[in-house]
Structures are given as C-alpha cells and as structure tokens.
C-alpha cells in the first residue's frame, strides 16, 4: 500500500487560502488549502491558483458550517 501524505489521511485543510485584489470592495477569492505542521512550527500550502495581479493572500480557519465566510 503506498504512503498517505499527511494532507491525505486528515480530514480537511486548517485554513482557506483567499486572495484579496488591492482595491476597495474586492471580493476574497478563495484560492488554495493550508495545513498546519505536526509540531506546530509551520503550514503546508495547497494552491489552485497563482495571483499575478497586486493584492494578498489571507488564511483563515474554515466556518463550522462550512460556508464561504
């Protein structure tokens, strides 16, 4: 049987990865997972999409009910 990567054998990401364009009212575009490190020293990033336009990335904990926030 192969070796599960830790993001296979947990149930779902720590964070969503959203970008945010640099300009008023811009929606948060949700653009990849992250997870945390076992030792709790750092986080593993799944991206589906690569910004090239200025703005920034936020990370945030999923909601409980499992919608956008």
């Known amino acids: 049987m192969p070796k599960q990567t830790q993001t296979e054998t947990r149930k779902g990401p720590d964070f969503t990865v959203y970008f945010v364009p640099d300009r008023e009212n811009a929606r948060w575009v949700?653009?990849?997972?992250?997870?945390n490190h076992k030792d709790a020293q750092g986080l593993n990033l799944a991206l589906d999409l690569m910004p090239t336009t200025p703005g920034r990335m936020v990370l945030r904990a999923p909601s409980r009910d499992g919608g956008e926030q």
Do not use: D, K, Q
């Open 30 to 35: 949700p653009i990849g997972a992250a997870w």
